[in-house]
């Protein structure tokens, strides 16, 4: 059973930086394809962006350039560093993990980032 458990979300100012941590633990962590998503207010989730254990990253467009997904596979933990954050990026950040084995998927409980003056 994968166990993900989000931290660092917050309130933050339009422009500013926060940067997100999920701790896997349960299974094998290099065999997992970690992500981000978000779900805003009365929106659908959303995909922000992925990490294989060889570190190839992928991410939605509106986040390129801003964002940036990385993992430490020595302490089975998944980041998500954003920059240049926007209001309308107001949004719980959901931590997956995908397994490259059998595509089964796991969720965290989600951290709520809140962008606003």
């Known amino acids: 059973q994968v166990q993900l458990v989000e931290s660092g979300g917050g309130l933050v100012q339009p422009g500013g930086s926060l940067k997100l941590s999920c701790a896997f633990s349960?299974?094998?962590?290099?065999?997992?394809?970690m992500g981000w998503y978000r779900q805003a207010p009365g929106k659908q989730r959303e995909l922000v962006a992925t990490?294989?254990?060889?570190?190839?990253?992928n991410y939605a467009d509106s986040v390129k350039g801003r964002f940036t997904i990385s993992r430490d596979n020595a302490k089975n933990t998944v980041y998500l560093q954003m920059n240049g954050l926007k209001p309308e990026e107001t949004a719980v950040y959901y931590c997956?993990?995908?397994?490259?084995?059998?595509?089964?998927?796991?969720w965290g409980q989600g951290t709520r980032v809140t962008v606003s003056s």
């Open positions: 349960g299974k094998i962590f290099s065999i997992y394809v």
């Open positions: 997956n993990a995908k397994s490259v084995l059998t595509a089964m998927e796991s």
């Open positions: 990490i294989t254990n060889g570190g190839s990253t």
